[in-house]
């Protein structure tokens, strides 16, 4: 009997746990060449946002022009990120995808709704020929 009782209490406790499982990221991750089409798309709306979550260093050695800039290491990041408008459209890259992944689950918490992520970060971008701005001082969004 108390078998019978576990096993149903198992399967009660993975059915609602499913949908919670099965729930996909609101992040829609584009390619290098997909990314620089979507940001001619958006360009000059206030709505739209190109974020570097580089480090300082980083985006002075080369970022993507018109790119504002997060430090994803400050201690701050979160609370500044919480402050962005969360119905923005909002293109996010790093230097791998690495620090972009653990953002768009950030944002995904805190209930924005138009997250993008440049695959492979800046040096997919890079790698595929696109331009890269060096030397400016980066500017926080």
Not at 21 to 44: I, K, W, Y
Not at 53 to 76: C, K
Request: aromatic letters at 10%; proline letters at 4%; one cysteine or more.
């Amino acid at each position: 009997m108390k078998r019978v009782s576990y096993m149903w209490l198992c399967c009660i406790v993975m059915c609602l746990m499913f949908p919670l499982a099965c729930q996909s990221r609101n992040t829609v991750l584009l390619d290098p060449a997909e990314a620089a089409a979507f940001m001619e798309r958006h360009e000059g709306r206030e709505d739209f946002l190109v974020l570097d979550v580089r480090t300082a260093e980083e985006f002075r050695q080369g970022h993507i022009g018109g790119a504002r800039w997060l430090d994803y290491y400050a201690p701050d990041f979160a609370e500044r990120f919480a402050r962005l408008d969360r119905n923005a459209t909002i293109l996010l890259y790093c230097r791998s995808g690495n620090r972009t992944s653990r953002v768009s689950d950030l944002a995904q918490r805190l209930g924005f709704t138009r997250i993008f992520d440049l695959r492979g970060g800046i040096l997919a971008w890079s790698r595929a020929g696109l331009p890269l701005t060096a030397g400016k001082e980066p500017k926080a969004p």
